[in-house]
């Protein structure tokens, strides 16, 4: 069971944050995860924006944040009571064994450029737990159960703490039964009891076409198997894509470098370009174009997602330099500079003037 994190973990702020602080961090964590604008997958962004806005309502109230300080989160939970659990998921603590999800469970996947050019259906094999099929997920041999005798089926176990308010009580989850308020008859020698094995299971992870890098994809149901009966929890996919060789990608455009010779640039012809599919282009270079100029080939790059439509294609243009000349290109490239010399200081002259 996960415990609650630390309020100024939370916002990612320091004990000793200034109220100012306190609130920046609060505001620019609520534009990365607030539902209606996260990219998160919809769940993940209302169970953050939920712990964000907890944690904010503490420690921006000076009296609250200063109980926080001393006693943790038990100093301030009173403030919160049913609302917490109303938000979705399982409350925790008010019914220690009233069904709850799994653990959700991350798996890192590299795919390469052309996968989110195409689209791709990758089988991967995820480790998780699953409901013991022999017992049922009961840990009891056969399935079968009888009270625990440590909390006489109430699953929880209440203790008296002094506090400066007094005594307050706490109630925890029963460690003999896990919460659960039964204990087997007979423990299931398949899963030990746990009512839990370990499993590695294949599960077909859909890549749809344009997929970022970082982006996660959830399935549902495919983490750790829940508890007391309750669902299991997700498996959050996070993709990352693969440098290409020849392509950079810049959201659904690519661009790419190519060089031409000197005398292309400046009298003008064409040159093939191979696209990311390995397809052919010819493209037009100007008379007088200048290196580092980009030439745009629409709709030659990544699928923008949830679109049918393609990003472009940018050309960035360089100049090739050979190594070696022969005796002819020598006198011919001579002859050139010296022109060109001509033209470069004509035109200082006119910069100076
Ligand atoms: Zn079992
Ligand atoms: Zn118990």
Not at 94 to 116: H, K, T
Not at 182 to 195: H, L
Request: proline share 5%.
């Amino acid at each position: 069971m996960a415990e609650k994190r630390d309020y100024y973990e939370v916002l990612g702020v320091s004990k000793t944050a200034t109220a100012d602080e306190i609130k920046k961090a609060y505001r620019s964590l609520v534009k990365k995860y607030h539902p209606d604008v996260s990219t998160e997958p919809k769940d993940v962004a209302e169970a953050k924006f939920k712990e964000i806005s907890e944690a904010y309502e503490v420690l921006s109230d000076p009296e609250k944040r200063s109980l926080y300080d001393q006693y943790g989160h038990a100093g301030v939970d009173g403030s919160f009571g049913a609302g917490v659990g109303g938000f979705g998921g399982f409350g925790r603590g008010s019914r220690p064994n009233a069904p709850r999800q799994g653990d959700s469970l991350r798996y890192d996947l590299e795919i390469d450029m052309l996968d989110v050019l195409n689209g791709k259906e990758v089988p991967i094999t995820v480790k998780h737990t699953v409901s013991c099929p022999d017992c049922n997920g009961t840990g009891g041999k056969g399935g079968k159960t009888q009270q625990c005798p440590a909390c006489n089926g109430q699953g929880q176990r209440q203790e008296m703490r002094r506090t400066m308010f007094g005594n307050t009580i706490s109630v925890s989850e029963c460690p003999r039964c896990n919460g659960s308020g039964k204990i087997p008859v007979d423990t299931c020698t398949r899963c030990n009891g746990r009512g839990r094995i370990n499993k590695d299971s294949k599960v077909a992870i859909n890549i749809p076409k344009g997929i970022e890098d970082g982006m996660r994809i959830r399935v549902g149901g495919a983490g750790d198997a829940g508890y007391n009966g309750g669902p299991a929890g997700d498996l959050y996919v996070v993709v990352h894509v693969k440098e290409h060789r020849n392509f950079e990608r810049d959201g659904a455009d690519l661009w790419m470098k190519c060089d031409v010779s000197y005398p292309k640039l400046v009298l003008g012809g064409s040159i093939t370009i191979s696209t990311i599919e390995g397809k052919s282009v010819e493209i037009n270079i100007a008379p007088g174009t200048q290196v580092d100029s980009v030439l745009k080939v629409p709709g030659q790059g990544l699928p923008e997602m949830r679109h049918t439509t393609r990003g472009n294609l940018y050309v960035r243009l360089g100049v090739v330099i050979p190594k070696k000349t022969t005796a002819e290109e020598k006198e011919l490239l001579m002859k050139l500079d010296a022109n060109a010399g001509k033209k470069t200081t004509s035109k200082k002259k006119g910069l100076f003037k």
